[in-house]
């Protein structure tokens, strides 16, 4: 029983935490990690993105998590299709026959953009 006049002290309730929120920024964060691996980064952010924008759409308690995982995966997602984008081109410009009429050009052309795909010749 209080006395009148007085309140009886309740702490606040602890925030409720999103898993959707949570699950978004570590899939974001792990996003911009992979792009090192080949752009195998690409389709956690993909996951990330959409599941952060379900968690804001759901207004869910805890939305400082589902903002960074979507900006960490619009990152990700930016600079991976970037990447891609380029890394076609110059398979393109490679693939030209009218640039490059003959095999052994096209060869050229693809050990010149891409040393990192080096052949092993055993011949």
């Known amino acids: 029983m209080t006395l009148p006049g007085y309140q009886t002290y309740s702490p606040p309730a602890p925030r409720r935490r999103s898993r959707l929120a949570r699950a978004s920024q570590v899939l974001g964060i792990t996003g911009l990690v992979g792009l090192v691996l080949c752009l195998a980064g690409v389709v956690p952010a993909l996951f990330g993105v959409v599941l952060g924008a379900v968690s804001l759409v759901r207004r869910d308690g805890d939305r400082r998590p ?45 050990e010149r953009e891409f040393p990192f795909a080096q052949a092993n010749r055993t011949s």
């Open 66 to 110: 589902a903002i960074v995982g979507v900006i960490c995966s619009s990152v990700a997602l930016a600079i991976g299709a970037t990447a891609i984008f380029v890394l076609l081109s110059k398979a393109a410009q490679c693939g030209d026959e009218a640039r490059y009429p003959d095999d052994a050009s096209r060869r050229n052309c693809v």
